[in-house]
């Protein structure tokens, strides 16, 4: 009874005003503390003090992007700050599309498996069953293991491939030019046994999409547009995000000169998406259901197989995973430290609870993460 009149008392209380230089939307709020299924209580006033601290910092030229709080899908807030594009003085808003970056790795690996729940594929089977003219050194390498970084590719050679496929100019390749930015005919070596050890490598990801290619027969875009975003009426979402509409990167607050991101030669499955926060919560609210992924898959792509040691979380398919305040959480996040920009979806499941920040200049996330639970929940 409590929660149902907690949700009447969201819709039918709701602010107005509008802040300098922010677009706004309408923001319930919750009239007395609620008191989620985890224990954690949202204080009253909660999300006026946070939207009124992400205006300051928005003022202060330290955030620009767009916020979402939800808690099972009925936002608490959602509200974009800042500008999408400086020059044209054009505001962030719920809707504006932003660069995903790393985010677009969860999308890979739903991408993967909902070929595998179709058959199509297994996440055991060995990436030379789909490569042609595989190295010799990547025979034993299974599509799990690209998917939990635990290849052992080559670091070095990985990040080079890596560098040439983000500054190489987008055009019809030849087949030369294929196999080469594929790794084919480059000199690899093996860092550390199969499946031993956890190594972050964009390289892996961008395999990934050429496999999704070759085993749906449809571009890595085109293939994300049917299986996902088209589905979950995701109308913000897309690849590749140099598609005109998406907000403007900057590398500080002092500059307007936007910050160019070329298109890839080759589908590039570990960045390159756009999304909205909008969409991302329709994302986040499907993954509740098998509307895209039968449970048992939803659980394989969580995992986790593999500690992240950066910031001691878990490693699952595209998503990390770890407690926050002692609550379980899933995660994607991409950009942050030295990036024009920095995303994250923070999806607390036992409470459905939905945390989404998109920024279009630079933010660290696990600080984001402290100051809106700081403000929700109060500071521990």
Same mark, same amino acid.
């Given at each position: 009874?409590?929660?149902?009149?907690?949700?009447?008392?969201?819709?039918?209380?709701?602010?107005?005003?509008?802040?300098?230089?922010?677009?706004?939307?309408?923001?319930?709020?919750?009239?007395?503390?609620?008191?989620?299924?985890?224990?954690?209580?949202?204080?009253?006033?909660?999300?006026?003090?946070?939207?009124?601290?992400?205006?300051?910092?928005?003022?202060?030229?330290?955030?620009?992007?767009?916020?979402?709080?939800?808690?099972?899908?009925?936002?608490?807030?959602?509200?974009?700050?800042?500008?999408?594009?400086?020059?044209?003085?054009?505001?962030?808003?719920?809707?504006?599309?932003?660069?995903?970056? !790393?985010?677009?790795?969860?999308?890979?690996?739903?991408?993967?498996?909902?070929?595998?729940?179709?058959?199509?594929?297994?996440?055991?089977?060995?990436?030379?069953?789909?490569?042609?003219?595989?190295?010799?050194?990547?025979?034993?390498?299974?599509?799990?293991?690209?998917?939990?970084?635990?290849?052992?590719?080559?670091?070095?050679?990985?990040?080079?491939?890596?560098?040439?496929?983000?500054?190489?100019?987008?055009?019809?390749?030849?087949?030369?030019?294929?196999?080469?930015?594929?790794?084919?005919?480059?000199?690899?070596?093996?860092?550390?046994?199969?499946?031993?050890?956890?190594?972050?490598?964009?390289?892996?990801?961008?395999?990934?999409?050429?496999?999704?290619?070759?085993?749906?027969?449809?571009?890595?875009?085109?293939?994300?547009?049917?299986?996902?975003?088209?589905?979950?009426?995701?109308?913000?979402?897309?690849?590749? =995000?140099?598609? !005109?509409?998406?907000?403007?990167?900057?590398?500080?607050?002092?500059?307007?000169?936007?910050?160019?991101?070329?298109?890839?030669?080759?589908?590039?499955?570990?960045?390159?998406?756009?999304?909205?926060?909008? =969409?991302?919560?329709?994302?986040?609210?499907?993954?509740?259901?098998?509307?895209?992924?039968?449970?048992?898959?939803?659980?394989?792509?969580?995992?986790?197989?593999?500690?992240?040691?950066?910031?001691?979380?878990?490693?699952?398919?595209?998503?990390?995973?770890?407690?926050?305040?002692?609550?379980?959480?899933?995660?994607?996040?991409?950009?942050?430290?030295?990036?024009?920009?920095?995303?994250?979806?923070?999806?607390?499941?036992? =409470?459905?609870?939905?945390?989404?920040?998109?920024?279009?200049?630079?933010? =660290?996330?696990?600080?984001?993460?402290?100051?809106?639970?700081?403000?929700?929940?109060?500071?521990?």
């Amino acid at each position: 009874m409590k929660q149902k009149m907690f949700f009447v008392m969201l819709i039918s209380t709701i602010l107005s005003s509008l802040l300098a230089g922010c677009s706004r939307s309408l923001i319930p709020q919750p009239l007395t503390p609620v008191t989620l299924p985890s224990g954690l209580v949202i204080e009253s006033g909660a999300v006026t003090r946070l939207d009124a601290k992400l205006s300051q910092m928005t003022a202060d030229g330290t955030f620009t992007g767009s916020v979402l709080i939800a808690v099972e899908g009925k936002t608490l807030l959602n509200k974009g700050y800042g500008l999408a594009d400086r020059l044209q003085k054009i505001p962030n808003t719920p809707q504006t599309r932003f660069h995903l970056g !790393s985010t677009t790795k969860s999308f890979t690996a739903m991408g993967i498996l909902i070929l595998q729940s179709q058959g199509k594929l297994s996440v055991q089977d060995p990436i030379c069953k789909y490569i042609t003219e595989c190295p010799l050194e990547w025979q034993g390498i299974t599509i799990h293991h690209l998917l939990t970084h635990t290849s052992g590719l080559s670091a070095q050679l990985s990040d080079q491939l890596y560098r040439e496929i983000e500054q190489g100019a987008s055009a019809p390749l030849t087949p030369a030019q294929l196999a080469h930015y594929l790794g084919l005919t480059s000199p690899w070596s093996i860092d550390s046994p199969l499946g031993e050890q956890y190594s972050y490598n964009n390289f892996g990801y961008i395999l990934l999409a050429y496999i999704i290619e070759v085993v749906s027969g449809q571009s890595y875009g085109d293939y994300l547009d049917q299986a996902i975003f088209i589905p979950l009426n995701m109308r913000n979402s897309g690849y590749p =995000d140099s598609t !005109s509409g998406l907000a403007k990167l900057y590398a500080n607050a002092n500059t307007k000169t936007e910050w160019q991101i070329a298109t890839p030669p080759v589908s590039e499955g570990s960045g390159n998406l756009y999304s909205s926060a909008e =969409d991302l919560l329709l994302l986040d609210q499907a993954l509740y259901t098998d509307q895209l992924l039968p449970q048992v898959e939803l659980d394989r792509m969580f995992g986790p197989y593999s500690k992240e040691m950066v910031y001691g979380f878990d490693y699952g398919y595209g998503w990390v995973s770890g407690k926050f305040r002692g609550q379980q959480f899933v995660a994607g996040a991409g950009g942050g430290a030295g990036s024009p920009f920095g995303t994250m979806i923070v999806r607390f499941t036992q =409470d459905r609870l939905t945390i989404i920040v998109l920024a279009n200049q630079n933010i =660290d996330q696990i600080y984001f993460l402290g100051l809106i639970s700081d403000e929700l929940f109060g500071k521990k």
